[in-house]
Structures are given as structure tokens and as C-alpha cells.
């Protein structure tokens, strides 16, 4: 029987079929094995358990369109990033990280700024100029439910990862979407920050057509599988400048003749992303020194 994997914990994996129906499935030893570890967003094939109801084992897995390390979920049409305009503070440097991984797995992004109730008119302003020339920009108060029909038109229809920081909305956005009854949880009033609610990935299928994977919260990343060489053309305002450097070689640093350093002083490159450019490559060689 063919189906779609929703939800694992604890080395269960829960399969929702054709009809609708769920089933708890242990995976055939053969992809551990292998190194093959069923993902959140598997297109699957299940053999029933003929003595139970819901049980089955998991017996193949179809091709993937792509694939997430972390959060670790595959066959992702569309990255939603979500970031708070406040509770917690946005992070441009988070941003960015979450778009290189949606540029590297060749899915769409979309940027959602939540929280618009709690933000200033500066913070907003900031977020269009850095990112309404590079990628859609929506702006929530999900709350009280502004932006959300925009943004269920925008999502019609995908397959979309909820991706972004502890406490920015994701559950919350999630059930305003569709009231899916996804848990939210409240920021702590100490740290300013979000208390980890989700703890485990889950897709909700949509009526409006398509279907959401709540993730939990991520600020920290493992270092990117991308090469040096790679991730200038994960930043697109950047790819765009390909080749016009003076060395073919230009990490876009410190070399001389370099166009896009140049293109970041006259502000056609907002400097914030090449901040975070600059932080990712060093982070990359840094690691790559290591390694010998
Ligand atoms: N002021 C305001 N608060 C909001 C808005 N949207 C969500 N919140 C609140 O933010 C808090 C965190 O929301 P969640 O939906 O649990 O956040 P999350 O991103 O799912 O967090 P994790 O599951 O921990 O990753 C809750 O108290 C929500 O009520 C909004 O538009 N405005
Ligand atoms: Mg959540
Ligand atoms: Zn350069």
C-alpha cells in the first residue's frame, strides 16, 4: 500500500495512506543497513501486519525530490521561513541560513515576518529593503489572522516546511491555517525566547489543497555540506555577478578587482547579506582547515 510518511518518534514511523488512514510502521532492517533512514515527507510503500489493525512494516521508499538534514524532512516543495518582527528578535544571519538550505535543495522560499502587532515601523521597513528584491515577503499578524489568506493563496497546492527559530509561530500559523490543533506554546519571559513546543516534525494535510510540515524550532545548523565554491551561488544577487570578478577564483573577501564587494559598497548587494555570506564562507573554510 502506497503512502505518505507523517510523523517519527522513537523509531516509529506513522504512514498515512490513500484513504486516510494511519498505520504504525517499524521499517524493514535492510535500510538501516543501508544507511537509509525514512524521512518526514517519504512517499512509501507498507505491507499490513494481517493480526492488527493499524500496524504494518515499511517496506520501500520512493526516490526523493530532495532532502533536509535538519530539520531533517524531504519532498519539500516550498521553505517557509519564519521569523518573529519581535518575541523573540529577528536574526537576518538566521534568515539567510534557512535560504541558502532552501536555495541548496532547490525548493522555493517564502519569508514570513509574524508578529507585526509587536513591531516597529523600522524593523519592517529593514525586512522589505533586504528581501523584497530576492524572495516573496509576507507579513503576519497571525494572531489575529492578517496576512493569512494571502499567504494560503501563495501556498496552494505545495508541499511546504514551516522552518525558523523557537516561539516566531510556527504551531500557531500552522492552525490559523487550518485549525489542525497543532500545540503552541508561549514565550519565556526570562529569556525573550520560545520553549521548544514542537518536538517533533509532523505534516498536516491542508483542505485548501497541499500540506504543511510543522518542524521544531531551529537556531543552530550543522555547517553546510556546500563547498566554497558552492555557496556564492546560494545567494542569488550574488550568483547574478558570476564571473564579472578579476580572479575566477574570488571568494568575494579581500581579492582585489572583486565586482561583488563592489556591488555591496554602491548597494545594489544589501551589506546585512553579505555579512551573512561573509560569516557562512568563513565558517565553511574554517572547517575545511580543520579537517586536515
Ligand atoms: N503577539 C503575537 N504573538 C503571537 C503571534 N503569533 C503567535 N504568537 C505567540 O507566540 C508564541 C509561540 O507560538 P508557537 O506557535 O508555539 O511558536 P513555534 O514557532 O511553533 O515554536 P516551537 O514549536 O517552540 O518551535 C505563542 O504564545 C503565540 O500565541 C502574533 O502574530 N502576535
Ligand atoms: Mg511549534
Ligand atoms: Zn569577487
Known amino acids: 500500500m502506497k503512502g505518505l510518511l507523517v510523523k517519527g518518534i522513537a523509531g516509529f514511523y506513522y504512514v498515512k495512506t490513500e484513504d486516510g488512514k494511519v498505520y504504525e510502521c517499524k521499517a524493514r532492517g535492510i535500510f538501516k543497513k543501508e544507511g537509509i533512514t525514512p524521512t518526514i515527507g517519504d512517499e512509501v510503500e507498507i505491507e499490513p501486519l494481517p493480526d492488527a489493525e493499524d500496524e504494518a512494516v515499511l517496506e520501500k521508499i520512493y526516490p526523493r525530490k530532495n532532502i533536509f538534514i535538519r530539520p531533517p524532512i524531504c519532498n519539500v516543495d516550498t521553505l517557509i521561513i519564519v521569523t518573529a518582527a519581535a518575541k523573540p528578535d529577528p536574526s537576518f544571519q538566521i534568515i539567510d541560513r ?11 522560499a517564502i519569508i514570513c515576518v509574524n508578529k507585526i502587532d509587536l513591531a516597529s515601523d523600522e524593523i519592517l521597513a529593514k525586512f522589505r529593503e533586504i528581501y523584497e528584491p530576492l524572495y516573496p515577503l509576507h507579513f503576519l499578524c497571525t494572531k489575529q489572522g492578517e496576512g493569512i489568506k494571502e499567504l494560503k493563496e501563495a501556498l496552494a497546492g505545495r508541499r ?72 556564492p551561488h546560494f545567494y542569488p544577487e550574488i550568483a547574478k555577478l558570476s564571473g564579472r570578478c578579476r580572479y575566477d577564483n574570488c571568494r568575494h573577501l579581500k581579492e582585489p578587482g572583486c565586482i561583488v564587494r563592489e556591488a555591496v559598497k554602491n548597494g545594489e548587494i544589501h ?20 579537517r586536515y
Open 271 to 290: 551589506i546585512s547579506r553579505y555579512r551573512s555570506y561573509v560569516g557562512q564562507i568563513q565558517e565553511i573554510i574554517e572547517k575545511e582547515k580543520n
Open 160 to 231: 511546504c516546511a514551516l522552518a525558523g527559530p523557537s516561539g516566531v509561530g510556527k504551531s500557531t500559523l500552522v492552525n490559523k491555517l487550518e485549525n489542525v490543533g497543532a500545540e503552541t506554546g508561549k514565550i519565556s519571559e526570562r529569556t525573550g525566547r520560545g520553549k521548544q513546543t514542537t518536538r517533533h516534525t509532523e505534516i498536516f494535510e491542508m483542505e485548501y489543497g497541499g500540506m504543511i510540515f510543522d518542524t521544531p524550532g531551529f537556531t543552530s545548523f550543522e555547517v553546510l555540506e556546500a563547498d566554497e565554491q558552492d555557496l
Open 98 to 108: 534557512f535560504l541558502v538550505m532552501a536555495e541548496e535543495a532547490g525548493t522555493e
